[in-house]
């Protein structure tokens, strides 16, 4: 089972990167800045978690000043992430526990720790999952950790890629497994793109999909 997904990530790879192109690695955020960003786009859209991370960025000079900063004035920047409160006092957390583990805001040192260590040490901090570390990990340092959206979870399992019952914290480290280090990047956002265009939840363009014929749910379809 584990070679022959390996295998067929490597052909559905292709045919993905055929219809969306090819897709490079390049850092989105430095890490400290990624980890606070993806704490606001937890349980959110895209558009809100950006606009409310604009909104913190804008209004407070760095990383130091959030973490001193009052709840209430951290509310008001990110309330269009929703759940502003809770998010607010997890980054305020966050951060001063990270100063007080590390002395600063910088997380470079992730980047020469075995891949699982780094998960672990992001992990141990408040509201951060697996999805929060992989992201964290993938998007600042090109690690090849998999982060597990809703489009990347629902498409897997369409695929064959993971059981049905498999959790999305478990999705992670299984699809990992089956997925070339230094392709973990472009396929996690081929998923993610297809997801978003074709593979939809409730109505899947199954008659425009590339992925049609290697797809076990569309064969049980017929």
């Given at each position: ?15 993905l990167s055929e219809e969306y192109g090819q897709i490079n ?45 009052s709840l209430l004035d951290i509310e008001k920047c990110i ?106 990047f472009a396929f996690h956002m081929y998923l993610i793109k ?29």
């Open positions: 089972m584990h070679e022959s997904n390996k295998s067929n990530v490597v052909q559905l790879s292709s045919i690695w390049k850092p989105r955020h430095d890490a400290i800045n990624e980890l606070v960003y993806t704490i606001l786009s937890q349980h959110t859209s895209d558009i809100n978690s950006e606009r409310a991370f604009r909104n913190l960025m804008s209004s407070f000079c760095s990383v130091q000043s959030i973490a001193t900063a309330r269009t992430a929703g759940l502003h409160k809770i998010k607010a006092a997890r980054i305020k957390d966050v951060l001063n526990i990270i100063l007080k583990r590390v002395g600063n805001f910088d997380l470079t040192f992730l980047a020469e720790m075995p891949l699982e260590d780094a998960k672990d040490w992001l992990k141990s901090l408040p509201g951060v999952g697996p999805k929060t570390a992989a992201i964290v990990l993938c998007f600042s340092f090109g690690m090849p950790a998999m982060p597990v959206d809703t489009h990347i979870y629902r498409v897997s399992r369409r695929l064959g890629l993971i059981e049905p019952k498999v959790s999305a914290d478990k999705a992670h480290v299984l699809l990992e497994k089956i997925i070339d280090p230094d392709q973990v297809h997801g978003r265009k074709i593979c939809k939840a409730l109505k899947p363009r199954c008659g425009e999909c590339v992925l049609a014929s290697n797809c076990p749910s569309k064969l049980k379809l017929g």
